[in-house]
């Protein structure tokens, strides 16, 4: 009877408190962010103890009691609004409000602030939950903490994306280069190197970075050229009251380390030539060939960066953010490098290279918010990049040479110094509008990209019989190779691009379920691409070589014959194309003309309509289509050619793409997503462009039959995925994707005695298939519910297969051959795997420690296909660990420490199958580097 006396009690109270109460929901959105929802902001009622944080989609819900109220929202570095309300027992309230930044906050709330609500994970993963396509992305928190510095070490961290080690090729779902697009703020990068389609992540430093997103499955508001993905990176914003910060870095690399370092003359220590303005010929008259003193090698880093908004009587707001940084670092390999194709062609069982590069950023990014309906962002943005390398090749008397005129056996020799730079200059003009209360909106954006990729003044020396010269015998030295007068040489080359690119998207909300997406995207770009060399011709075939460390006592204007009639000279200077009338060799016929010349054009118009149909609370319907009017030209004027060519090609093509992405919320935290698409792959100038460029130990160049019958490759690409977003920051999903590429291109080694590596279509069809997991887990947390050990997993499998045609003969008369049916496809890995580790303790008042341990692994693949009775080409997979341990004092100093690469994994490149087994081609291990940072906040 007691019990139940007590129970009854205890009803009757409960029941009568519940009468007293009421339940007050709502969104809170970000008046700065186009009124996108706005995670972690507090609510709660004025006087009591009632009250929360907002959900990762900004809804909130309290029971309060009845009676007049007044509900509390603020947000750190926003400002707090207090609203009056009237709650009713046993009712509903609905509170929706939109917060916007505060005028007054201080200089921390502000940088707390833009990091929480711009960069955090757990806001990309609401983006992620949100999005109606397949799209998945990296914020700048997530770069910090895993010690990521540029954006190519972030998308590398993605499912199904891995990095190239030792290069700036990134590969989505196994496919490279070619099959990438790279955009900033939604509109075209432009490329900086003649050999890629896609520019340098590289030269994104994490300080430009507010995020980094990876578009796998196509919609019709992507460029057609879509068949791994497409890479976006958001430019960072700022809106507050002002800041300043100044970060230093200092490392080594453990096999730098003690290295006496060699550079090029005439290179300055921020990684500018200053010799562009004089004809390349006066340059080799003027300037030797010797490397000079590379100083220390010590790695340097130096950045600032700033933020100031200014608010405005009408309420309009002009908020800037400006970044600037420089840094450089020294890297020593040494091992084997090897060209083989039937044969060993030269063989260098010992190289060395001193690498010295240097990379300089500035970006200003200036936002005017009109008001909460329009916005205009300006975005400027320079990039310059560097790389001095100094090669020595058979520097121990082994180097072998096939075609030497002495010995093949052994004394062969090579010099290579070479210097690359690049300039990219990226400017702008995007905006956001809203009209009718929200119903029409209208983004748009338009980019003007310059680049300058420089390669001035290589030289290449080769000796034979270098053997001698280590004999300790004064009397016997090595020799000039003289093969021909180009086998010692400088070379000079220059490359700009030009380009105008665009979008515009208007959509329209018809209905509630029903918006609709019309839009034009446009692409103008043109090409301009030259070089010249010259060739020492050694006039005495016996000259002997004593000191190949002073190449410049040899190499100058006392040595050099002027005139026919002077007989007492070394060497004579030749080039490919002689001024007309002046065919004699020597200097009075010179400078000469371009060796090789080529000019590419492309256009890209294209209009597409899509929609958004929502049936219910669980479906979502994206249907699309894309008219893309695509024409690309080229003409070229190289050395070399078939002489029926006729010395250009041009393509053009309208195409019709349509696509469909399905959505369909099994939860409220779990998706099922499903996309079909038909996309396109078009050639790149470097792979039209029938200039071949010779490096060391292979030779690379384009075929302009890429652009006959077909001219283009038709992709049909299936994803499905299912996510479930376990908590704010926490995540699982699996993936599976198909493609089938019509017509693919791959690199391969064309029927030539040099055995060059030329782009082929080199069968009807290829297939991509592959599953993709990822998980991400907070698994331990305080008494404040804040991660204190959390960790990531991703996982990719890829099957890849392609049809062979046994022959391959084009107009230009390039060919190749297969001895099988079917293979592989070039650039993927049949296994990727991206994992970390974070360590985040919360029991320290001014101090707080971040720890990280980041594992990535790719597996072998093909880097260029074999071809005849010739194996492939194949790069070795690879493991890595990084270890970051950030350490922040207060609010005002931050102290991180890095290492990067522990394991240091041997890199290699090896040409399987051939007569002799699997020959390596290169090896060489790239060292741990380690640094230690200084941040400081004004």
């Known amino acids: 009877m007691k019990k139940l006396i007590v129970i009854t009690l205890l009803s009757l109270c409960s029941f009568a408190f519940s009468q007293d109460k009421g339940t007050v929901t709502g969104i809170v959105t970000d008046k700065e962010m186009n009124g996108e929802a706005l995670p972690f902001a507090n609510v709660f009622i004025k006087g009591t103890s009632i009250g929360g944080t907002t959900e990762m989609d900004g809804k909130y819900t309290l029971n309060v009691p009845a009676g007049n109220q007044t509900i509390v929202f603020s947000f750190v570095g926003y400002q707090t609004i207090e609203k009056p309300i009237t709650v009713v027992a046993n009712q509903s309230l609905t509170v929706n409000i939109q917060l916007g930044a505060n005028e007054g906050v201080t200089l921390d709330e502000v940088e707390i602030k833009a990091s929480t609500s711009k960069d955090k994970a757990s806001a990309l993963l609401l983006e992620q939950k949100k999005a109606t396509v397949i799209k998945e992305s990296i914020g700048a928190e997530e770069l910090s903490s895993k010690g990521i510095s540029d954006a190519a070490g972030a998308v590398s961290k993605i499912s199904g994306v891995s990095k190239q080690e030792g290069s700036s090729n990134v590969y989505v779902r196994g496919l490279g280069d070619r099959y990438l697009n790279t955009t900033m703020n939604g509109l075209s990068l432009p490329s900086n190197d003649i050999a890629k389609k896609n520019i340098d992540l590289n030269l994104f430093p994490s300080d430009i970075i ?22 976006d990176v958001s430019s960072k914003e700022y809106k507050g009251n002002g800041f ?17 370092f060699k550079k090029s003359e005439g290179t300055g220590y921020f990684g500018y030539y200053n010799r562009f303005e004089h004809n390349p010929f006066a340059v080799v008259l003027s300037h030797g060939v ?87 962002k300006y975005t400027s943005l320079f990039l310059n990049s560097s790389s001095d390398e100094v090669g020595y090749y058979g520097y121990r008397g082994l180097g072998k040479n096939r075609d030497a005129l002495k010995n093949t056996d052994e004394g062969f020799y090579q010099m290579n110094v070479q210097y690359n730079q690049d300039l990219v200059f990226v400017n702008q003009l995007t905006g956001d509008h809203k009209f009718e209360d929200g119903k029409l909106k209208l983004t748009w954006g338009i980019g003007y990209n310059n680049v300058f ?46 380009e105008l690119n665009s979008r515009v998207n208007l959509a329209y909300n018809f209905t509630e379920n029903l918006t609709f997406n019309f839009g034009y995207n446009g692409r103008t770009k043109e090409r301009d691409f030259k070089n010249i060399r010259y060739g020492y011709d050694i006039l005495d075939s016996q000259f002997q070589v004593s000191n190949v460390h002073n190449f410049n006592s040899i190499f100058n204007l006392e040595n050099a014959q002027i005139y026919k009639n002077q007989t007492d000279k070394i060497y004579r200077l030749d080039v490919f194309r002689k001024l007309p009338g002046f065919e004699n060799s020597n200097i009075a016929s010179l400078p000469g003309l371009d060796e090789n010349t080529y000019n590419g054009q492309l256009n890209i118009h294209a209009g597409y309509v899509s929609a958004e149909i929502k049936s219910g609370e669980k479906w979502v319907f994206v249907p699309g289509i894309r008219v893309e009017a695509f024409k690309q030209d080229i003409v070229y004027d190289v050395i070399n050619i078939n002489p029926k060519d006729p010395g250009f090609r041009n393509a053009s093509e309208t195409f019709f793409l349509p696509s469909l992405n399905v959505k369909y919320a099994v939860t409220d935290d779990q998706n099922l997503r499903f996309n ?19 490096g060391i130990g292979q030779r690379v160049g384009g075929n302009p039959d890429l652009l006959d019958n077909p001219s283009f490759s038709k992709i049909f690409n299936l994803d499905l995925k299912y996510e479930w977003f376990i908590s704010r920051d926490e995540l699982l999903s699996v993936g599976a994707f198909g493609k089938q590429i019509n017509n693919p291109v791959n690199l391969v080694i064309a029927n030539s005695a040099a055995g060059d590596q030329r782009y082929f279509r080199t069968g009807d069809k290829a297939t991509v298939a592959g599953i993709e997991i990822e998980a991400r887990k907070n698994l331990v947390k305080d008494e404040d519910d804040e991660t204190v050990l959390s960790a990531g997993f991703n996982f990719t499998y890829m099957y890849t297969n392609q049809d062979l045609k046994k022959d391959i003969t084009g107009v230009s008369g390039y060919s190749t051959t297969f001895n099988r049916d079917n293979d592989e496809l070039q650039g993927a890995s049949p296994f990727l795997i991206n994992a970390n580790l974070n360590y985040t303790p919360t029991q320290f008042k001014n101090y707080k420690p971040i720890t990280s341990l980041v594992f990535s692994y790719f597996s072998d693949r093909i880097d260029a296909l074999g071809a005849g009775e010739l194996g492939n080409i194949i790069e070795k997979g690879i493991p890595t660990v990084d270890f970051i341990w950030k350490n922040k004092f207060g609010e005002k100093w931050e102290v991180n420490l890095k290492a990067k690469n522990l394991l240091d994994p041997s890199i290699k490149r090896v040409r399987e199958n051939t007569s002799i087994g699997d020959v390596i081609l290169s090896e060489y291990k790239r060292g741990t580097n380690i640094s230690l940072g200084l941040k400081y906040k004004l």
């Open 676 to 694: 079909f698409s038909q996309t396109i792959s078009v050639p790149e100038f470097k792979e039209v462009a029938p200039f071949i460029y010779e």
């Open 290 to 376: 010797d490397p000079v003193d590379g100083g220390n090698p010590i790695n340097n880093s130096i950045a600032a960066n700033a933020g100031k908004s200014f608010d405005f009587r009408d309420g309009s707001r002009l908020s800037l953010f400006g970044t600037a940084s420089f840094s450089r670092d020294f890297e020593y390999r040494e091992g084997p490098v090897v060209d083989f194709s039937n044969v060993f062609k030269k063989e260098y069982p010992n190289a060395k290279e001193y690498q010295y590069s240097t990379a300089t950023t500035a970006m200003l990014s200036a936002l005017y918010s009109i008001n909460s309906n329009h916005k205009l």
């Open 210 to 231: 507010q995020n980094v997103s990876i578009s796998k499955a196509y919609s019709s508001n992507f460029y057609g050229d879509f068949a791994a993905g497409n890479i």
């Open 453 to 498: 990729a420089h390669e001035p003044d290589r030289k290449r020396i080769s000796l034979e019989n270098f053997q001698n010269t280590l004999d300790n015998d004064p009397n016997t030295n090595a020799v000039f190779y003289t093969n021909n007068s180009f086998d010692n040489q400088r070379y000079f080359q220059k490359i700009i691009d030009e």
């Open 244 to 260: 300043f910060e100044v970060n230093l870095g200092s490392g080594v690399n453990s096999r730098a380390m003690g290295e006496n």
